[in-house]
T-cell receptor, first 114, second 111 residues
Framework: NAGVTQTPKFRILKIGQSMTLQCTQD?????MYWYRQDPGMGLKLIYY???????DKGEVPNGYNVSRSTTEDFPLRLELAAPSQTSVYFC?????????????FGPGTRLTVT | GIQVEQSPPDLILQEGANSTLRCNFS?????LQWFHQNPWGQLINLFY???GTKQNGRLSATTVATERYSLLYISSSQTTDSGVYFC?????????????FGQGTELSVKP
């Protein structure tokens, strides 16, 4: 199992550009999450999904969009990038079966908006 | 919402020393995880431990759910243990079980 994979690893955007961060998991997990981590801080939830076709907002959703058309993929779309979106983005997944809610994280995407 | 507090914020150790990191949380939870974020930014799952005690090599963790705290023990520390240790908790029926992270303990192990 590759676990949770994210692409790209690094990206530099100009203000106003758009991009999609890709996230794929091969563990057949029903729950998937997008978090962002600002320097010196813990992670904060942007969006989450409890299954294909179902998404909902987290704490910091403004400026982002998501979709979940398959169990495996959960892309995060940035529209009109702003300097405040400079951060490290982590995708995670978990299963709610078997009584364990452990979340598994991808390696992260480091995004700089200038 | 749930508050998560970690202590100490910073810790400097000589190689071979032992340490205890603490995580206090303000409400009952279904999920508690400890992570190590290495100097390259990667988040490594250490323990999934909503209650009880677990051990993995030189690391062990204990969560006392009724008293709302968890402890991470590092024994015989090595320079590769350096990085930031995060505690994170979740309530499964709150926003899909989103993890709420503490501010972390930054550990530096000197040779």
């Amino acid at each position: 199992n590759a676990g949770v994979t994210q692409t790209p690893k690094f990206r530099i955007l100009k203000i106003g550009q758009s991009m999609t961060l890709q996230c794929t998991q091969d563990m057949n997990h029903n729950y998937m999450y997008w978090y962002r981590q600002d320097p010196g801080m813990g992670l904060k939830l942007i969006y989450y999904s409890v299954g294909a076709g179902i998404t909902d907002k987290g704490e910091v959703p403004n400026g982002y969009n998501v979709s979940r058309s398959t169990t495996e993929d959960f892309p995060l779309r940035l529209e009109l990038a702003a300097p405040s979106q400079t951060s490290v983005y982590f995708c995670a997944s978990s299963s709610t079966s078997g009584g364990s809610y452990e979340q598994y994280f991808g390696p992260g995407t480091r995004l700089t908006v200038t | 919402g749930i508050q998560v507090e970690q202590s100490p914020p910073d810790l400097i150790l000589q190689e071979g020393a032992n340490s205890t990191l603490r995580c206090n949380f303000s409400d009952s939870v279904n999920n508690l995880q400890w992570f190590h974020q290495n100097p390259w930014g990667q988040l490594i799952n250490l323990f999934y431990i909503p209650s009880g005690t677990k051990q993995n090599g030189r690391l062990s963790a204990t969560t006392v759910a009724t008293e709302r705290y968890s402890l991470l023990y590092i024994s015989s520390s090595q320079t590769t243990d350096s990085g930031v240790y995060f505690c994170a908790v979740a309530q499964i029926y709150n926003q899909g079980g989103k993890l709420i992270f503490g501010q972390g303990t930054e550990l530096s192990v000197k040779p």
